[in-house]
């Protein structure tokens, strides 16, 4: 997922998002409830001179995101976002609490403070089974409401993207990407392998990552993370959808069995990429690729940023895309 520069009008509609984990969020939306009713109940009339106007209380609002996102140097760019926020808008202070480690640490980390009753106001989700896992268990309050008293129109501005579960809106999209194909261009010349093709298919993405595998040296011809949408991949590429009309999980088709099929074979069949058990013993992670012991890597626009700071992750081989 490449994280964009979200826009401050989404970002105003973030602010408005709570969780409702066991009663937390709830003690604070009644403050913020009977601010605004203050705020309207004593608004002066039109005599009353400017200067009396009475100010809004200061609102500290704090949100979840993943270390990648916050720092600049992992080609973040929240800070900004927060920063130009905070400039228009100077009643409302935004307070990151920044969560680190792999993905499944950070989710781990998410479980246990839902559970314990968190009160942070917004949660980043990377993708929609997320979601779906804690709006089941009742941590996420809907949007609906909160949108149409705002005037603010959730499907004309989002569209295709916006998900629903059961006609309601917990979360909104902050930034679309498409996979794309990285690869080590010092691997493939010592190999004397030809540079890919745009027109790769996954036959020959395999048959190029055997040929680039090299046991002796460290070096896996492939390299994907584990994450839900690669375990999917194949059955997005013939555009069968992950969920069915009535909004059920729709895992049940035999294309997903393919997928997994097909992630799973990387490593166990075809050996091009390291298993599970290596990826967490040597901490491999999302930047993986820029150790150079990987000739592909199948990841969203996003890894460019971290590709082009050279300061952070320092390297002397050139890579391309496809």
Not at 6 to 20: E, N, Q, R, W
């Amino acid at each position: 997922m490449k994280f964009f520069k979200i826009s401050l009008m989404l970002l105003a509609m973030l602010l408005l998002v709570v969780l409702s984990a066991c009663g937390g969020a709830n003690s604070k939306s009644k403050n913020n409830s009977e601010a605004s009713k203050d705020a309207v109940t004593s608004s002066p009339a039109a005599s009353t001179p400017a200067s009396e106007v009475p100010k809004a209380d200061p609102v500290t609002i704090s949100m979840y995101v993943w270390e990648g996102i916050s720092d600049p140097a992992k080609g973040g760019n929240y800070v900004g976002v927060k920063d130009e926020f905070e400039k228009l808008n100077p009643d409302i202070k935004i307070e990151f609490k920044t969560l680190a480690g792999t993905d499944e640490d950070i989710m781990k980390k998410l479980d246990v403070s839902m559970i314990a009753g968190d009160n942070t106001d917004i949660i980043f989700l990377k993708n929609p089974t997320f979601t779906q896992k804690y709006t089941a268990a009742g941590f996420l309050l809907s949007m609906n409401e909160t949108a149409q008293a705002q005037g603010y129109d959730l499907e004309k501005t989002y569209g295709k993207y916006l998900n629903k579960i059961k006609d309601n809106v917990y979360s909104l999209p902050v930034g679309f990407s498409g996979n794309i194909l990285y690869y080590n261009k010092k691997i493939f010349d010592d190999a004397k392998v030809a540079y890919p093709s745009n027109d790769l298919t996954w036959d020959q993405y395999i048959e190029l990552a055997k040929k680039l595998t090299d046991s002796k040296k460290g070096i896996y011809g492939s390299y994907m993370q584990p994450w839900n949408h690669y375990l999917y991949l194949t059955a997005s590429q013939k555009k069968v959808p992950a969920y069915k009309e009535d909004g059920s999980s729709n895992l049940d088709d035999p294309a997903f069995k393919e997928a997994l099929q097909f992630f799973n074979d990387l490593s166990a069949v075809h050996k091009v990429q390291p298993n599970r058990a290596e990826m967490m013993s040597k901490k491999l992670d999302w930047d993986a690729f820029t150790t150079g012991k990987f000739a592909m890597n199948v990841v969203g626009g996003w890894q460019m940023g971290i590709l082009s700071d050279q300061t952070t992750y320092p390297r002397d081989w050139k890579f391309g895309v496809v």
